[in-house]
């Protein structure tokens, strides 16, 4: 009896034993559980948005205005950024990645860095085209679309993976509800055969001219510097009927690529906050309760499922003086460029220092006392030599003007009129100079004239000499 309580004892034991190592496991599977579950809710970090467009788009500035980045700096090649988001309701936050390949599509090698088949699903592409050139928007969306085709090409994606990324973009416009008019998740109108048996919808046949080019990815075209709309009324000569034409041709782009279409002003912040909802709302599935928006021309949204033929044909009924028909750039036309008259600018060669104060030295020196001289090599300038004035021996004689009267400083040489007007003779401008020059020397003379003497005189200005009357 003994022996048998031990054993019974002992056997107690391990069951205990047994017990408390099954709790302290179901404990591990449990906080291993959790920690999964909290990893599938979390934002995932492999997510990623390819910017394409060409130079002066507004690409950078765009990136920037996402990011909250006040001053952007612009680099060349493919450039990579970041936008920081969060989850409020879940306190969670990733890092969406950006891609921003260079403005020419020479660089669209350089796509292989941004986007490969495991990220493919990952990724979101925004083509941007600026307002400033309306007569390229169209050119401008078609080499880029085709330049993401040909990278999508490239990939050897595998068929059947391909094909069901393109239904599911398929099944995401057909499935667009306008918000607000979403049914309630316990109607038994909601289409719930997704969550049956794990099978997916079938696919819809689409409407006509939509998804007819399907690249199996999120696209968003972006209308940039919508402010610059007022300018092209301005200067242009822009009308409604205008950028209702150039709306239509783009929305019917946007038709055919699935993409939904934003049209954004950084400089007058229209759209900007829009987008950036819009964006987390296609990547992390964030609610978005924002309809579409067609009012306002330069703060158009239309979300991808909204648009068809029939909502377009609406900017029809303003066209007055073209159709949905003509070729887009028969109608924007590229204004013609004005080159402006350049007037070409003289260079002025500066003389070096010591050879213009050596130059301005030899013509002090020859206008000093004694027969004045020409350095070899300079012309005599006009004002020192003159019709009216002859070179003698020892001074400077006014012509037809007799030595004896220049002897005397009493008696100062002042031409006539008829002189001056005299072919040959000084000019008024010469003979003004000569008066005004003997009269500063004759004011000199009544001063200090010596006792004896006479003055050699110059018209000119040369400092006047002494001689002797003897």
Known sequence: MALGGVRSALSGLSDLRKEKAEEKENLWKKILGEV??????????????????????????????LQG??????????????????????????????????????????????????????????????MTTPW???????????????????????????????????????DYVEPGDELEAGSPMKRSSRNLDGDEDPVLPLAENVLTRNLG??????????????TLEKDFDYKEEHFDFIQQSI???????????????????????????????????????TPALVVEKDAVFIPAGWDNEKKIAILYENMHTMTPED????????????????????????????????????????????????????????????????????????????????????????????EMNKPGGPGPSEGVLANFFNSLLSKKTAINSPPTGGIKTNVYGEEPTWTSLH
């Open 251 to 289: 929305r019917k782009f946007c038709l055919q690529y699935g993409a939904a279409l934003f049209y954004t002003s950084v400089k007058e912040d229209k759209n900007c906050d829009l987008l950036y909802k819009y964006l987390v709302h296609k990547i992390y599935n964030f609610p978005f309760r």
């Open 36 to 65: 999964q579950s909290s990893e599938r809710n979390k934002l995932p970090s492999c997510k990623s948005v390819l910017v394409l467009g060409d130079n002066e788009s507004g690409k950078t500035t765009l990136i920037a205005k």
């Open 136 to 174: 390229g928007i169209m050119d401008q969306l078609h080499t880029w679309a085709s330049t993401l085709q040909d990278h999508i090409d490239k990939l050897n994606l595998d068929p059947d993976y391909f094909k069901e990324r393109q239904d599911k973009m398929s099944r995401l416009w057909q």
């Open 69 to 130: 980045n006040e001053d952007p700096k612009k680099g060349s090649g493919l450039e990579y950024a970041y936008i920081d988001v969060r989850d409020e309701y879940r306190d969670d936050h990733t890092r969406l990645s950006v891609w921003v390949l260079d403005g020419e599509p020479v660089h669209g090698e350089l796509l292989e860095y941004a986007m490969s088949p495991k990220n493919l699903e990952h990724t979101l592409v925004l083509l941007t085209v600026s």
């Open 217 to 230: 990815l999120h696209v968003i075209v972006v209308v940039t510097k919508t402010d610059y709309m007022s």
């Open 327 to 418: 070729y887009y750039t028969d109608v924007i036309v590229r204004p013609p460029v004005v080159r402006k008259a350049m007037t070409r600018e003289i260079e002025v060669q500066v003389e070096e220092e010591q050879a213009f104060l050596a130059r301005h030295l030899a013509q002090l020196q020859a206008g000093g006392t004694g027969a004045p001289h020409t350095p070899q090599g300079r012309q005599e300038s006009p004002l020192r030599q003159s019709p009216a004035v002859q070179k003698t021996s020892d001074r400077r004689v006014a012509t037809g003007v007799p030595a004896n009267q220049m002897g005397s400083p009493k008696k100062m040489w002042r031409p006539s009129s008829a």
